[in-house]
């Protein structure tokens, strides 16, 4: 089984600032892909990026960026020049691939993250 | 196309009754998950379709819930005599696969937020 692990329960950062969310993950599979998903107060779970274990360069989106250690199984999200909607839960998430079956989600805990003013 | 629908929002219920949520998915989206999400965690899977077909379900699901696709449309997911800790946030996903293809289009529902008192 695939577990996901989110060290930082919450953190904060100032405006325009930059932070950083740990997530290290522990799977038997060779292919698979990761992911981190936004959760603001509205609730519903938005993507953010995503990596697939294949690519060794890693994904950026924006403001976005990920270090992918698939030998450390550790995938960080960098958020550059914070701004106050980046305020949100924020989950790691593991998905492997497969064909028909196994195509859901293994959730971290998440890192609530403040951006202050 | 609005998105992942999910209904109602809220729903408070005395314990040992029975409840059902809905969950309408993009039109195009071939399947339907179903995630439980408890106070200060990440979601869990429960259950998906692929069109009308529930082809896995989680350990989570016990036998005192049921989740339904007749039509590989909309799905219902309901509780029977619910119990306190079956309070939690309920969300549906939906994304649209083809043969021998990952998912894309991974789309989550607002949820619904079930009580339990």
């Known amino acids: 089984a695939q577990t996901v692990t989110q060290s930082q329960p919450e953190m904060s950062v100032q405006e325009a600032e930059t932070v950083t969310l740990s997530c290290t993950y522990d799977?038997?599979?060779?292919?698979?892909?990761l992911f981190w998903y936004k959760q603001p107060p509205s609730r519903q779970m938005i993507l953010v990026i995503r990596?697939?274990?294949?690519?060794?360069q890693n994904a950026t989106e924006n403001r976005f960026s990920v270090n992918f250690q698939k030998a450390a199984k550790s995938f960080s999200l960098k958020i550059s020049d914070s701004q106050l909607g980046d305020t949100a839960m924020y989950f790691c998430?593991?998905?492997?691939?497969?064909?028909?079956?196994?195509?859901?989600?293994?959730f971290g805990p998440g890192t609530r993250l403040s951006v202050l003013p | 196309d609005t998105g992942v629908s999910q209904n109602p929002r809220h729903k408070i219920t005395k314990r040992g009754q029975n409840v059902t949520f809905r969950c309408d998915p993009i039109?195009?989206?071939?399947?339907l998950y179903w995630y439980r999400q408890t106070l200060g965690q990440g979601p869990e899977f429960l259950t998906y379709?692929?069109?009308?077909?529930?082809?896995?379900k989680s350990r989570l699901l016990s036998d005192r819930f049921s989740a339904e696709r007749p039509k590989g449309s909309f799905s219902t997911l309901e509780i029977q005599r619910t119990e306190q800790g079956d309070s939690a946030m309920y969300l549906c996903?939906?994304?649209?696969?083809?043969?021998?293809?990952?998912?894309?289009?991974?789309?989550f529902g607002s949820g619904t937020r079930l009580t339990v008192v």
């Open positions: 996903a939906s994304s649209r696969v083809g043969p021998l293809t990952i998912n894309y289009g991974y789309t």
């Open positions: 799977t038997s599979e060779n292919n698979y892909y």
């Open positions: 990596q697939e274990a294949y690519k060794q």
């Open positions: 998430a593991f998905m492997k691939h497969a064909v028909n079956y196994g195509q859901n989600f293994v």
């Open positions: 039109s195009e989206h071939n399947r």
């Open positions: 379709f692929q069109n009308e077909a529930q082809l896995e």
